[in-house]
């Protein structure tokens, strides 16, 4: 029997959490009877400094109903963070941690499914959306061209996976040695090695309550992703002061040639050479810093560098 943990950040979800619980009770109650999980197995709330009465009826809900644990962050500190701090809390207490959001979206029923792979020795089991059909055509599209990008840009991310999935507790213990301060779990959690799955779901629209993330929130997290993962968009820079220096040699040809058949004003040459090929080479080396600040940034995240998984030894 797994003794399972479910994680779930709640920021100003007042509305819903009511009908989560009784959701997710009956859940675990039924798992619990087909002897899949134990009685000790607990949903855990974390109160990512919400401005509503979420608090409040997480304390009222942990006073009627034994399955449930809370955690409140003093301030709100982002999803993100929520979530590490409820997987990081609890992960010496768990077989298995399954992360969820609070608002119903992700199918309760898929955990079925999760626990199965997790027992086939998955440690990390990811939710992958099967359709988007709840979200609108721009967050669709959004949200997909982004995994592209990521992909592109080195960063291994699973396509159309979000923060539902489940972590083996020796997946979480591999989790706990990433120290960087700006996390993507989507980015790290690949990183952190071990067999992995997937499992397919499908989304459902909020039930209650509005969106906690905002077009900004969005932004801040799609960026995070971007800049906590990847060190490309530097290199892109210093791809870019090549391109000028190439440009920059035609110019250079091109207005030699247009000198020669006295075909320019005085003066037209040396300035059309000098803008591209000073700001060709402005462009490489700062391409060329930004390789070392590069390096730099990656060495201050200390990731740990391998992690062993079986020693075979007389
Ligand atoms: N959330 C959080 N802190 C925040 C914003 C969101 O803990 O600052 C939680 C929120 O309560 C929910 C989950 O993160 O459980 C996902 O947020 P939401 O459903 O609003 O995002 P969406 O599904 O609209 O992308
Ligand atoms: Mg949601």
């Not at 599209?141 to 982004?146: G, I, L, S, V």
């Not at 250079?252 to 020669?260: D, M, Q, V």
Request: hydrophobic letters at 45%; charged letters at 25%; glycine letters at 6%.
């Amino acid at each position: 029997m797994i003794k399972l943990y479910i994680v779930l950040p709640c920021y100003n979800e007042e509305a819903i959490l009511e009908q989560t619980t009784a959701l997710l009770t009956a859940k675990l109650e039924s798992l619990q009877k087909s002897e899949k999980i134990t009685d000790t197995s607990r949903i855990v709330y974390v109160d990512d400094g919400s401005k509503d009465s979420t608090w409040s009826l997480i304390q009222k809900i942990y006073a009627e109903n034994p399955w449930v644990m809370g955690i409140k962050l003093n301030r709100n500190r982002g999803h993100q963070n929520a979530l590490l701090c409820g997987l990081m809390t609890i992960r010496e207490d768990a077989d298995a941690v399954i992360s969820m959001d609070a608002d119903l979206q992700d199918d309760i029923d898929a955990i079925d499914a999760m626990l199965e792979k997790y027992e086939n020795g998955a440690d990390v089991v990811y939710g992958v959306r099967s359709a988007r059909k709840s979200d609108s055509f721009f967050k669709r599209f959004t949200a997909e061209e982004y995994y592209r990008i990521l992909n592109r840009l080195g960063a291994k991310v699973i396509f159309n996976h979000a923060d539902f999935r489940l972590m083996s507790c020796r997946a979480l213990e591999a989790l706990s040695e990433f120290k960087e301060v700006n996390v993507f779990l989507r980015g790290l959690v690949p990183m952190v090695g071990y067999q992995s799955d997937i499992v397919l779901y499908e989304r459902k629209a909020r039930t209650a309550g509005e969106s906690k993330y905002p077009l900004r929130k969005m932004l801040h997290l799609a960026w995070e992703g971007i800049t906590s993962l990847s060190i490309r968009p530097i290199r892109l820079v210093a791809l870019a002061g090549c391109l000028s220096l190439v440009v920059a040699l035609g110019l250079i040809i091109y207005s030699i040639i247009r000198l020669i058949l006295g075909q320019t004003v005085a003066g037209w040459t040396s300035l059309m050479v000098s803008i591209w090929l000073v700001g060709g080479l402005q462009l490489l080396a700062i391409g060329i810093i930004g390789e070392y600040i590069g390096k730099i940034y990656l060495e201050t995240k200390q990731r740990p560098r391998y992690k062993v998984e079986d020693i075979l030894k007389k």
